[in-house]
Structures are given as C-alpha cells and as structure tokens.
C-alpha cells in the first residue's frame, strides 16, 4: 500500500531533517517490545520508541497475571484445551500449541531477569509460586505479583533495558508511517516519527522494524486502556500493505471500577478466580443464569450478561462481592484493588464493588506467522498489535502478556538468524511540509475524536446488528474523507496523527464485523445470533491495485 495518501502530507523542511539510525526499531516499549529489545541488544543496536513515556502503556495496568504450567496436577494439554474453548471454535491450534509450550520457558526469562512472582509455602515448608485461577481456566496456572502483575514486569523489564549500552529510548515520539523501500517493494527501510516535545516530524532508519504497539481500544468510548491505545501498529501495517485479521472481536473486560474518580481502572478477573461473585444492587446474584460455569465463565460471557442485566433492569452498573472471603486474605492477594477502592470510599471486605464492562482488548490484529514476521518482510508484529491465532473469537484471562513474552523470543531468534544478510543501504526523503499550514481549527479533530467513539460504543459494541454496522460504517465514511482533507491540508499533531488510526482502525472492525454473518466469541449481532457450522477467520487484505481509493475505502477482498 501507499504510504502517504496525499502529495500535500509528505511533511517536513530541510532544516529539521533529523535521522536515527539502527539495527532494529521497535516501535512500543510494553512486555513485547522490552522483551524484544533485551533478547537483542547483546547483539546489535536497538531503539526503542514510546509514545509517552516509557512506563505508560497498558502492560504497566495489566492485574491479573501470566498463564503458564507450574502445576504438577496440571499440564500443557489442558492449557491448550482451555483456550481453544475460551477462543470459540477461532483459535488456530498450532499457535494455542505454540504458546502454550513455550509458556514455562518464557515464564522462567522473565524470573531470571527479576521479575517478583508472588510465592508460598508448601505443606512440606518448600517456597513455590503461587498459582491463582482465572476465568476459562481449569487449573491454577496463573503467575502473578500481587494484583499488580504488569507493573512489575514494567518495572523489571524497564530497569533492565535502561541499562544496556546497545539499548536507546525515544520517548514521547509517535510512529506515523513505514517508508517502503524504492527499490524492493518487499521490504521497508525505516519510519516517519513525530516528535511531541519538538513538534516536528524526523526519519529512523533501521534494517528490521517490529510494531509493539498494543492494541486500539481507544475506539470505543469507554476503555480500560491508557490513552496511548490509538491503533498506531495496525493502522500503519495496514497502509503499508499488510493483512489484518478478526478485527471484529474486541474484548469487553467485564469488571471495570464504575466511579467519577475510578475513569480506566479494572478489577482484575482473579478476583472471580478467588470467589467473588457478581450480583444486583441488592446482593442477587445472576451469572448461573447464563453459564454453568457461573462466575468463572470467560470474558465474553460475563461481559454480555453484565450488559444484559444493565439494559434490562436500567441500572448504571451491577456489582461483584468478595467481602464474603477474610479480610487479611482479600488486603493480601489485592492490595492495589483495596487502596484504589478504599481511596474513593469503598471497603471491598465489607461493601461489593460497582463494575461495568469496558473495551479492554483487541483479539484481532495484523497477521503474523510463528517468527512474528508480517507480510513485508523486515517487518514483525507482536503483543496485542498482532494477530497470530493464538486467541480466536476470545481471549483467554492471562494469555495476552504470555503471548507478548513468547512472540518477543520467536522474533528475536529469526531476526537474530538473519542479522548478517546483505541489505542495500536507502536513503529516505525528508518529511516536507513545504505545502501545509498550521491549523486554525484544532476543535474538528476533537469533534471527530468524541463522535467516532461514541458512534463505536453504540453501533459496535458489545452488541450489534447489520444497521448499526452499516450507520457505523456510513459516518466512518464521512469522518474519513474529513480526515484525509485535514491531513493532507495541515501539519500534523499527535491528535491528529491518532484520529487517523483511530478512523482506520473503526473501519477495520466494522468491515471485519460485517463479513461475519454469525454470532461467535466476542462478536454477537441480534440478526444473526446462531453459530455457522464452519468457523473462518476474518481476514482483510489490502487492495493493492486501489491505492487512490476513495477516503473510507478500504479495498478489501
């Protein structure tokens, strides 16, 4: 695909003609990303950017913890069957395979790099980890720091990568397109990046280029993620040419703190795991009335009935209670909960928490093989921003930092094996700008940014049907070509530079959302609520003989 949709946005002068050089680019600094940059840094250079600073991303609010099998009583097979089944006939079983075998070796990595698990004692005095259980899993198997899993690995990854010689941070730089090669279609020799703190647009050029740039739930109006979740990854493989898969299945985290002062904060699944039950105002609770699995059921399942349970009775939230369980044991296992909660006046060992749900994961993603490699060949995909197979229609509680662990080693160990190749150096035009002024309308992209997320919350969220899709798709249109006038037109900002993804993102979902004439995992649409006996994967492919399409218009086949 085209990298610039317009001659009038290849942006920036002569004068600010800034060039980063490297090895490898990594665009992301979450779990994937400083996963990734460790594997490698032994061995070349490598740079790191993040959009704002190197801590905010979603990995750091990630609670629950890492699936692996550390249980004696439990095993890789049961592994792999769990979240085949949590991914609803859509898992593609040699990645569920893939991951779940190399689940234990990633896990051990991160122990040796530092990372502090949670431990116990045995009833024979011997420190173990402990094991805790989430929804759809059929064993404990799930390492954890306390209820604050992500920020430790975060932490730990941080402090290592930080220091590293062969190791350089850009922080607060955003990703605006990969440059294609003028010679070898195949390949791309760098990226576009805006630098916030300098407002200006500068190139890095490097041999082997990796987005880890996490997910896009920053498309729906409410979101458990940070603000940086914009699509970036997706957005700018897709314009690149590559292939983007099962976009429609957007995770709803089903317990989200429903408070003024709580705006993100999620109430971790292993709450459910350690007996917490969700229930009405008055203490009722419902979810047997929608699973045999009752409280433990996947992510989908809860999320709907929550969903359910709200429109029916007109109620703003429901409400999940473990103030049944000791309170030493409820402040020991949850402490970050327990502060947040009492910090807005909550006691969550003698009062049940209000929870709503909230787009939280993208399931879909750009389309990689078992070595992370997209369609271009020097460039790779990992964590949330890619698809691999691994969580089909739904992802399984705990598998998403797993992936992003075993995925960074599986794109380490191929770019390692190809580190030496021959590759022609290329020079890349400076960003120009000679042709766009400054903005004198900034509140069109604020407009735009509140009406796509709000349309997206209620045409294409956790319920749909074809009009809601098809009036959904009709103002993506709109807002597109609206978009494309803007950019072309104007110099760039980050908010603009993040609506653009977000539009393409939108599209992608609903596109993805309306080849899929059934309801399976995360996706349900009213007019079509049955399974098709066969399940497909829904894939877009760019068109490339339409690169001038319309604004809105995808080209896909």
Known sequence: MQIMTSEASIHTPPSQDIQHQCDVLIVGSGAAGLSLALKMADHCSVLVLSKSDRNEGSTRYAQGGIAAVFDEHDSVEAHVADTLNAGAGLCEEKAV???????????????????????????????????????????RRILHAADATGEALQITLNDAVTAHPNIRFLERYNAIDLVKSQKDNGRCTGVYVWNLTR????????????LATGGASKVYQYTSNPDVSSGDGIAMAWRAGCRVANMEFNQFHPTCLYHPQARN?????????????????????????????????????????ID?????????????????????????HFPNIYRKCRSIGIDITKQPIPVVPAAHYSCGGVVTDFNARTDIENVYAIGEVAYTGLHGANRMASNSLLECVVYAAAAAKHILKHLNDPCEEETILPWDESQVTDSDEEVIIQHNWHELRLFMWDYVGIVRTNKRLERALRRIQLLSQEIQEYYAHFRVSNNLLELRNLVTVAELIVRCAMQRKESRGLHYNLDYPNLLPEPKVSMLIPNHQKQQTEPGTLGTS
């Open 308 to 332: 359910y349970e709200m429109k029916r009775l007109g109620a703003d939230c429901m409400y999940l209670d473990i103030s049944h369980k000791p309170a030493e044991f409820i402040v020991k």
């Open 97 to 139: 395979r893939f991951t779940a075998e190399n689940a234990k070796p990633a896990l051990n990595w991160l122990i040796e790099r530092g990372v502090p698990f949670d431990t116990e004692t045995d009833e024979k005095g011997k420190e173990r980890f402990h094991l805790t259980r989430e929804g759809g899993h059929s064993h």
């Open 265 to 305: 904060f999620l109430i971790t699944e292993a709450l459910r795991g350690e007996g917490a039950k969700l229930c009405h105002r008055d203490g009722t609770p419902f979810m047997h009335r929608f699973d045999e699995r009752a409280d433990l059921a996947p992510r989908d399942i809860v999320a709907r009935a």
């Open 199 to 210: 407002s200006h647009v500068e190139v890095i050029k490097a041999r082997f280029i990796v």
